[in-house]
């Protein structure tokens, strides 16, 4: 199956200085959920307003659905940066305005607002939204049409929890409404780590890593143990032929699948479990290694 | 697909301060005339009465009422960078600029006609209610024409104007090169060249000479269609 989204080698600059986006190439397979990670600054919005079409590359190519962007650019919908509204209208003669741009039946907007949830404030001016409800105004706008790609620029930026609960919630939603793939920006980990099924890592606009979510999560398996004796304990388990470290709280980190068969082994030599869990690694953890290792 | 940008634009002029300034502006000087002359110790002559409103028209309140018509449209679209949604819909760039520019020449002619109904609207208050009464028979015909003809010799101010506006996210920039244009406009009348400066095209409208009148609406006209068609390739190949 083509992918969604491929890039190849896309490189970007602004004046003389490094490259904004620097040979990326991307590879968002279809009806994923792609986080596009990396700190402010990393290159993020350039590389989608590349996508987009906003910005002209100096070098690379992209293809939408196996076919040029150019020509594939009608099945994205997109929020890039911060939502787009016209604050003196309500949020229906917003979405109204983008629905007569794609000749979209009137029926469409009710589509959006319900899967944004915003049907009752859909009257009200868009001038009196909190942040959170124009950010939902800005996906309900990007929906129209039912769109194959949405692209979500930090959907999440300047939400209190609530609004960044509320925007994890419709984001793991939005999939369901049909055959969409979603690329979603963000700075924050751990919210992406909650929702994509995909990430790619962006840093000084070089893409260092991208891959399934889980398998970059359970590449590296572990158990987290804790005993009366660590030193005992983790000359054992080294004994046994395990990789042993120490994990941020202090405790063992054994290089293992099984928690059951770590338990086993402490307990027929005579040690007394406090603490045994499977170690899952942190999203921002691999994050951090992989710009250490850049480094 | 040109018209259905041309519907968004109008849409988008609903409650906003753009299509309150079309009103204001027109009005103001209306009412301006309007007051001057219920002030007068004699009786109102409406032949003049109706020719002072084009006149400040044209030097001032067209000009200024230009510069923010092209800040408040081109704000709409900067202030919540609304480019980013727009030039990533399906379509050809130069429609969203082509439509912009159309609304705004239309805008400006609706300013026109507003203010030949207010004047009109003026004489009869003032034939109503003046206590010294009235005098003269306004030329109404000729008013309408002149208002036309000012409305078409500043199409040039209003696309180089909407030009910089909507290259230029803030502001100050667009509003400055307005004010600027306007007062040197004033400054330099009756210079021996003053007739070509973009800013003054409307002003010579006024002017009893035929050829100054054919130099304003003409060098507008063709002038502003020029500038339109290179705002349009110029914006249309920009980065957003």
């Known amino acids: 199956m083509t992918a969604a989204l491929e890039t190849h080698r896309l490189t970007k600059r602004f004046g003389k200085g490094a490259p904004a986006v620097d040979a990326v190439s991307l590879n968002v397979p279809r009806r994923a959920i792609y986080g596009f990670l990396g700190a402010n600054g990393a290159g993020k919005t350039t590389t989608l307003k590349l996508v987009l079409g906003l910005l002209r590359a100096d070098s690379g190519t992209i293809r939408l659905f196996g076919e040029d962007a150019a020509k594939a650019r009608t099945s994205i919908g997109s929020l890039i940066e911060t939502p787009s509204t016209y604050d003196h209208l309500t949020g229906r003669q917003n979405l109204d305005l983008t629905r007569i741009l794609l000749g979209l039946p009137r029926r469409e907007i009710d589509r959006v607002l319900d899967i944004v949830d915003l049907r009752g404030a859909g009257d009200e001016r868009v001038g009196g939204y909190s942040l959170g409800m124009r950010q939902r105004l800005g996906i309900a706008r990007a929906l129209l049409g039912n769109p194959r790609l949405l692209i979500l620029d930090e959907p999440t930026n300047g939400l209190d929890p609530d609004g960044i609960r509320d925007m994890r919630h419709l984001l793991r939603r939005l999939p369901e409404t049909g055959d969409v793939t979603l690329i979603v920006s963000s700075h924050l980990l751990s919210e992406v780590e909650q929702v994509a099924t995909h990430v790619g890592l962006l840093h000084r606009g070089r893409l260092l890593v991208e891959s399934r979510l889980d398998a970059l999560l359970g590449g590296i398996a572990a158990v987290e143990v804790d005993t009366g004796d660590r030193p005992r304990a983790a000359m054992i388990l080294g004994g046994a032929g395990f990789s042993v470290r120490q994990s941020e709280a202090g405790n063992l980190l054994v290089d293992a699948e099984d928690p059951a068969e770590i338990a086993a082994l402490l307990v027929r030599e005579g040690q007394s479990l406090s603490h045994l869990a499977r170690h899952r690694p942190s999203l921002e953890g691999i994050y951090h290694r992989h710009i250490a290792q850049a480094a | ?240």
């Not at chain 2, 849409?11 to 079309?22: F, P, Q, T, V």
């Not at chain 2, 200024?64 to 609304?82: D, F």
């Open chain 2, 1 to 240: 697909m040109l018209h259905r940008y041309l519907i968004a634009e109008i849409l988008k002029l609903r409650r906003s301060l753009a299509l309150m300034l079309c009103v204001a502006a027109p009005g103001c000087v209306a009412l301006l005339g309007t007051i001057i002359a219920f002030d007068k110790k004699a009786p109102v002559n409406l032949a003049a009465f109706v020719m002072t409103g084009p006149g400040i028209w044209s030097f001032v309140m067209l000009p200024l009422a230009i510069t923010a018509l092209s800040v408040l449209m081109a704000q709409m679209e900067h202030g919540s960078r609304n480019w980013n949604h727009l030039l990533t819909l399906p379509g050809a760039r130069p429609h969203v600029f082509l439509a912009k520019a159309i609304v705004m020449l239309g805008l400006v002619a609706a300013m026109s006609v507003l203010l030949f109904l207010f004047l009109l609207g003026g004489a009869a208050l003032l034939s109503l209610l003046h206590p010294l009464g009235v005098t003269g028979h306004p030329d109404y015909a000729a008013l309408a024409i002149r208002l036309g003809l000012m409305a078409l010799s500043c199409t040039l101010v209003s696309m180089l104007q909407l030009w910089v506006a909507l290259a230029n996210r803030s502001f100050v920039v667009p509003l400055v090169f307005g004010i600027a244009g306007t007062f040197i406009g004033i400054g330099t009348f009756g210079a021996t060249k003053a007739a070509w400066f973009p800013w003054l095209l409307a002003a010579g409208m006024l002017s009893p000479r035929p050829e100054i009148q054919q130099l304003g609406w003409m060098l507008g006209g063709i002038g502003g269609a020029a500038v339109m068609a290179a705002m349009l390739l110029h914006l249309s190949r920009r980065e957003a």
